[in-house]
């Protein structure tokens, strides 16, 4: 039998590491765009809310504090127009990694199990199938399952890696075709005020997708890109309260549970709004610029109206763009990471500071 361990696929990354070097190489240093973590200063807002409440002697509850919870219902109601939600449908938990990658151990997925993905993925929807002994099969297409019926489906708009944003219509028919089936729906949302061009994303929990019923559905939610909290590892998960209540049951035999400072800096991240505003015209600003240097340079662009990634292609096997670039002092990820059908594109992250993302562009500019 194997350990869980040798079931796990390879950690992805780990083939970067020649690049890496070839691109660490240039003389004016890496432009290291090929993971999305935030670079930019944790709002003092947040940072003082965090020291204020560092005296914290005691255990935090698993369900998480009722401020924190109330705080993500205000928000997603605020920002997103999501309504009806009570304290029973919200969980705060510590980074949605890891959340994804249990989700179907903690709602009592194993061993032949079907899971289903997007084609284009976040390589932990494969993770979480891997951990449990679950089929994971990736498909942008429903029908093409013929009669099986996976016990839980990833939804992931906007996309990692793509930046595609799923319109309502979609949406909506997949929240009733899992319904109709008896599947769980669970929607990675972490990426959802992220968005630059088209249509503003909407959650699952919106009542033009769910109906107002949040009947077998879930939502993934994470303050790293929004509220620059990746080191905080602040996020939630709100849907169906029973299906919220498998989860809680789980987490507390398993003693999963937020920190009791940073359940107080998420409520003052969420709270705050003028922040994300700021940090997401940053986002803004840097993305315009290199994509007019991506382009210039010959690439396509492709989906990339949301996230914080440009999804690019040259025609070509994405090893050999991650390699040309590289030999430019610039590092990005290539699509094979996120599954065969990324195999000619790489996704290019926009999270690096201002001064890293004017050298990528110089760099890209002297390669015309």
Request: contains cysteine.
């Amino acid at each position: 039998m194997l350990g869980v361990s040798q079931r796990l696929p390879d950690f992805p990354w780990d083939k970067l590491t020649s690049y890496a070097e070839t691109a660490g190489a240039h003389p004016d240093g890496i432009v290291d765009l090929s993971v999305g973590t935030p670079v930019d200063p944790t709002p003092e807002v947040v940072q003082r809310a965090l020291r204020d409440a560092a005296n914290s002697p005691g255990y935090p509850v698993t369900i998480g504090n009722r401020a924190t919870r109330q705080a993500a219902i205000d928000w997603l109601a605020r920002s997103h127009g999501v309504e009806g939600l009570g304290l029973d449908a919200v969980l705060p938990v510590i980074g949605s990694k890891e959340l994804i990658a249990s989700m179907p151990l903690h709602l009592g997925i194993g061993q032949g199990d079907l899971l289903v993905h997007p084609e284009l993925a976040y390589p932990t929807y494969e993770v979480s199938a891997a951990l449990v002994g679950a089929r994971a099969r990736a498909t942008d297409s429903l029908t093409s399952l013929g009669p099986e019926v996976p016990k839980l489906l990833w939804l992931n708009s906007p996309s990692n890696p793509t930046g595609r944003v799923l319109p309502v219509e979609h949406l909506r028919k997949v929240v009733e075709w899992c319904r109709e089936r008896g599947t769980i729906l669970v929607s990675d949302e972490c990426y959802i005020e992220c968005f630059w061009e088209g249509e503003k994303p909407v959650s699952v929990l919106h009542p033009s997708v769910s109906g107002g019923s949040f009947e077998g559905i879930l939502a993934v939610h994470s303050l790293s890109k929004r509220s620059n909290l990746a080191g905080y590892r602040c996020a939630f998960v709100a849907g169906d309260p029973s299906l919220v209540g498998e989860l809680l049951a789980v987490r507390k035999n398993l003693g999963l549970q937020m920190p009791g400072p940073q359940q107080v800096a998420m409520v003052a991240a969420l709270d705050d709004d003028e922040h994300a505003r700021e940090q997401h015209a940053r986002y803004a600003a840097r993305r315009a610029k290199l994509r007019e240097a991506l382009q210039a340079a010959g690439f396509a662009i492709d989906h990339s109206e949301a996230s914080l990634y440009l999804w690019g292609t040259r025609g070509e096997d994405c090893w050999k763009t991650v390699g040309w670039l590289a030999e430019h002092g610039i590092l990005v990820a290539p699509g094979e990471f996120y599954g065969v059908a990324g195999r000619s594109h790489v996704r290019v992250g926009f999270t690096a500071t201002d001064e890293r993302i004017d050298a990528a562009v110089a760099r890209l500019t002297a390669s015309l």
